[in-house]
Each structure stands twice: as C-alpha cells, then as structure tokens.
C-alpha cells in the first residue's frame, strides 16, 4: 500500500488515539458499550465478558437492587392480599353460621 493510499483511509479501530474521559493524559484502552465513552485500565471493570465503566456498573447494580427490591414488594403485597382475602371470608362464614336455622324455614 502506497502511504498516499494508505492516507485516505482512515483508522479501522477507533481507540487509536483516543485519551480517557476522566484522565485525560491517560491512553484509552477500552469503550464502555453502555454509554459508548473511552477509558483507561483503572476505569473499567469486567462484567459478563464486557468492559464496562465504574459509572455503568453502578447503575446496573442499583437497577438490580431495585428489581429485588420490587420482587420483595409484590410478595409482601400478594401475602397482605391473600391475608386480607382470609380475613373477610372467615368473619363472613362466622357471621352466616350465626344465623338462626329457622331462618331459612
């Protein structure tokens, strides 16, 4: 390849030259495909294969917590519902077994 050739065409890896979002004397070494910003070493972390940046990883871990959080909820609130449920069929089978027989005579 010619280096005027060579010239037109520009980089395939968009990480050559690219510089870290918080440090910007640094190299960046990988892009977070979360939020598509390039960081160094110390910046990224690995999660399920990918590299990932601190700022995504704890959104993902708070969106996590907040799934759990909302589990918990609906089963407290099916229990109190089923609870609730029980609770009004049980005085309403005493109140109906209060009633005298010759009622229905």
Not at 16 to 36: D, K, T, Y
Not at 50 to 65: G, L, N, Q, W
Not at 86 to 96: E, R
Request: glycine letters at 4%; aromatic letters at 14%.
């Amino acid at each position: 390849m010619t280096p005027a050739l060579h010239a037109e065409y520009p980089p395939r890896n968009p990480i050559i030259n690219q510089r870290c979002w918080r440090h910007s004397s640094r190299e960046a070494v990988a892009r977070c495909p979360e939020c598509a910003r390039f960081f160094c070493r110390e910046c990224v972390v690995e999660h399920l294969g990918r590299m990932i940046c601190s700022d995504c990883m704890a959104r993902k871990t708070a969106e996590a917590a907040a799934g759990r959080f909302s589990t918990a909820r609906w089963s407290v609130f099916a229990a109190g519902g089923f609870l609730l449920a029980w609770v009004i069929f049980y005085y309403l089978g005493v109140m109906l077994a209060r009633v005298p027989s010759d009622f229905f005579e």
